[in-house]
Every structure is written in structure tokens, then in C-alpha cells.
């Protein structure tokens, strides 16, 4: 069985498509850029994510060491979801995006969205 590093595709693109690749990801890290957020507001502000994939991206980012999870030791438990250090480190990365969408939108005669 391979260790999490030998499957760590060899090219630094594949790499980065690997650990944020999938549209949930992505905007889960657009929120958590602005502050802590719990599980069902997540969940309320990703429109058509189900429970379950919600659940297994945030395991997901937590294992690749993208975000952390903080329960806090209260009745009943709450527990928030933020970005590690290396996952603030994707802010440029989503800023690029937001700006070629942006631009994009506007190519396309879309009025900008707001977000």
C-alpha cells in the first residue's frame, strides 16, 4: 500500500487539481477564507451539497492538512471548520479565479455577481 506522500501526483498542476480539485472544495475554501464556519452553515450556503459529500470534502481537507477542526467542549458540541495555514495559502490562487470569472462574466455581457 502506498503512504499519502507516493500518491502525490508527480506534477505540481495534478497535485493542486488532486487536493482542491472538485467544485465543493473550491467553494468551501472560498468561504472559510472570510472566517470560521460551522457545519450546517456550510452546508446552507453551498446550495445542492449533499451531507455526505459536505462531510467527506471537509475530512478530506482536514487529512490533506487544508483545514482545521475545532470542537469546542460545549452543550450541545459545537464544532468549526477554518483554514490551516496552508490552506490560507490558496488565497491567491481563489483570488486569480475570482478575477478571471469576473472577467469572463463580463466578456459575456453578465452583470457581476456580488460575491
Not at 472560498?30 to 456550510?42: A, H, K, M, T
Not at 469576473?102 to 457581476?112: I, K, L, V
Amino acid at each position: 500500500m502506498k503512504t499519502k506522500a507516493e500518491l502525490i501526483p508527480a506534477c505540481p498542476v495534478a497535485a493542486t487539481v488532486q487536493l482542491i480539485g472538485n467544485k465543493w472544495k473550491l467553494l468551501i475554501i472560498r468561504n472559510l477564507l472570510d472566517r470560521p464556519w460551522r457545519f450546517n452553515e456550510l452546508q446552507r450556503s453551498l446550495e445542492g451539497v449533499s451531507q455526505k459529500v459536505l462531510t467527506d470534502s471537509l475530512r478530506s481537507m482536514e487529512a490533506d492538512g487544508l483545514i482545521t477542526r475545532t470542537v469546542y467542549p460545549e452543550v450541545p458540541p459545537r464544532v468549526e471548520y477554518a483554514l490551516s495555514e496552508l490552506g490560507e495559502s490558496l488565497k491567491p490562487i481563489l483570488d486569480a479565479m475570482k478575477a478571471w470569472g469576473e472577467s469572463y462574466r463580463a466578456s459575456q455581457g453578465q452583470p457581476e455577481s456580488g460575491i
